[in-house]
């Protein structure tokens, strides 16, 4: 079996884990909202018309902030079609994604489902179709206490406190060519520095995020986020990045391999923040908010009717799929330096760990237990790991390494996770890790593996459905701490967590 090493040295922490890492994302799209975390009769419904199976689930998921409500849907958004008494609300057709939105859940209703869910609401406003003026009115609707026009609206909608959003994206996407008054980065730029100065004089503590490239490949990346950064910088705070992957024509080498991609825009990001932060002469550093990733098998055509809460992009995960989520993971907590926020997109129903059924049951797709494992035990600080060791060959990337690999340091507990993917469809990976500098030293350092949690099987396709749970984690074999050495097999195609405990508290 071929061997990876790898040490783990408390000195050489990257960064403390930015609990909004743990994001994700709720867009009017789908049955994401309507027959996902709404759906008034339900019988599992709560007396607000949300569903507590999916409240439940989200929690055991264990997210911190949501994104709302898009995406693309932003766009075209009017937000005071979605308050106040809902017999009064407006329908309205939702040309980004063909569909009629009823507005039955609008700001009021998603602040309180964040509320009951324990997040923390992340709000878009629409830089498509509106500008400056709709995205104070919305600041001021949602944060000021009282005595304004809008914000005394709220008031009289119910909702006496305010709702205290802080995280704003400035727009969604606005360099693709699909959105909704998609913009050059100039004109984007211009308007996203006008609307969040505007912003920040209606409540000065927000933080901002600027849209960044909705991919790596988009034509301009690189120099989109420049430009836009050039005229921005000083009032945002974050760069938006998106990506989405999928196997090509079978290539499911280089599918598994996507973290490549990831750690790459990752890194080219960082940069270009950094030159901006240069050429402008700036003491302020950007981070990046990953605010949309994972894997989506697209599939788009609107020869449709217009329809309420159409079934659009339920991709049903694999295996493979998580594998590939838990590598993603991975790339995130890497650069925990940096990457501040982070959503997965979506939460339920469009291409999202949760699937639910109206009027039915709700129920973890494969994609769930990656994330819910990373979220619980990747805390702290996240750890250079600087592992070598054998490459896998892809037509995508090139030659990579068959170990992806991280690890986070809780330094209050002590608690070292280490989560580990074997890129090779085919074959096993030993991996062994120095660990003497998480413990004493000596012989018996003091550090104790306690538990190696694996998604593997021999069925890359096996996916969960309501009635059968095919892909779960398995508990395998605790490894062993021998003198100073851990030593651990991953199977092959595999995404694994082994958790150590360490005196290094
Ligand atoms: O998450 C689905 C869509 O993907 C979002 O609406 C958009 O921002 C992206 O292209």
């Not at 989405?244 to 499911?252: H, N």
């Not at 049903?316 to 993971?329: K, N, P, T």
Request: aromatic share 8%; net charge negative; glycine share 8%.
């Amino acid at each position: 079996m071929k061997q990876a090493t790898l040490s783990l040295d408390p000195a050489f922490a990257i960064g403390p884990v930015d609990p909004r890492v743990r994001g994700s994302f709720v867009e009017h799209l789908g049955r994401c909202v309507y027959g996902g975390i709404y759906e008034p009769d339900h019988p599992d419904a709560d007396p607000d018309g949300f569903r507590t199976d999916v409240l439940d689930l989200t929690r055991e998921l264990g997210v911190t902030t949501v994104r709302y409500p898009g995406g693309n849907f932003v766009s075209g958004y009017t937000w005071e079609d979605a308050i106040g008494p809902k017999d009064k609300r407006r329908r309205r057709l939702d040309l980004a994604w063909k569909a009629i939105e009823t507005n039955a859940v609008g700001v009021d209703e998603f602040a309180a489902w964040c509320r009951k869910a324990g997040v923390e609401p992340m709000m878009a406003v629409n830089l498509g179709t509106r500008g400056v003026d709709a995205a104070t009115a919305l600041v001021e609707y949602c944060n000021h206490p009282s005595g304004s026009y809008w914000s005394d609206l709220r008031v009289s909608h119910g909702a006496k406190d305010p709702h205290n959003i802080k995280i704003w994206c400035l727009g969604n996407e606005m360099d693709g060519p699909w959105q909704i008054a998609h913009k050059n980065a100039r004109d984007y730029g211009i308007l996203a520095q006008q609307t969040a100065h505007a912003m920040r004089l209606v409540d000065p503590d927000l933080e901002l995020v600027a849209c960044g490239s909705s991919s790596r490949r988009m034509p301009t990346f690189g120099s989109w986020e420049a430009e836009v950064l050039e005229h921005t910088y000083g009032v945002v705070d974050y760069v938006s990045l998106h990506s989405y992957y999928r196997p090509k024509d079978g290539d499911f080498a280089s599918f598994l391999a996507s973290g490549v991609d990831m750690d790459a825009m990752i890194e080219s990001v960082i940069a270009t923040c950094d030159y901006v932060k240069a050429k402008v002469r700036s003491n302020k550093t950007i981070n990046l908010s990953y605010d949309e990733w994972n894997v989506w098998y697209h599939e788009r055509g609107d020869e449709r009717e217009w329809v309420e809460a159409p079934a659009l992009y339920q991709d049903e995960y694999s295996l493979a799929d998580a594998v590939v989520v838990g590598s993603l993971l991975n790339s995130l907590l890497r650069r925990a330096d940096r990457v501040s926020m982070a959503c997965f997109a979506q939460l339920v129903n469009v291409i999202a760990p949760i699937t639910t059924e109206n009027g039915g049951p709700a129920w973890r797709q494969s994609t769930f237990y990656p994330m819910k494992y990373a979220f619980s035990y990747g805390v702290g600080h996240t750890l250079r790991v600087e592992p070598s060791g054998p490459v896998v060959e892809t037509a995508e990337y090139g030659a990579v390494p068959q170990l992806d690999c991280t690890a986070t340091l809780d330094g209050e507990t002590g608690d070292v996770a280490i989560f580990a993917v074997n890129r090779s469809l085919t074959e096993p990976l030993g991996v062994v890790a120095d660990v003497r500098a998480l413990g004493s030293g000596s012989a018996d350092s003091g550090v104790r593996p306690v538990a190696h949690v694996a998604l593997h099987g021999p069925d890359r396709d096996a996916t969960n459905t309501r009635d059968n749970a095919r892909v779960v984690p398995q508990e395998l074999p605790v490894p062993v701490v021998d003198n100073g050495e851990l030593r651990v097999e991953l199977p092959p195609m595999s995404w694994n967590m082994i958790r150590l405990s360490t005196p290094a508290a």
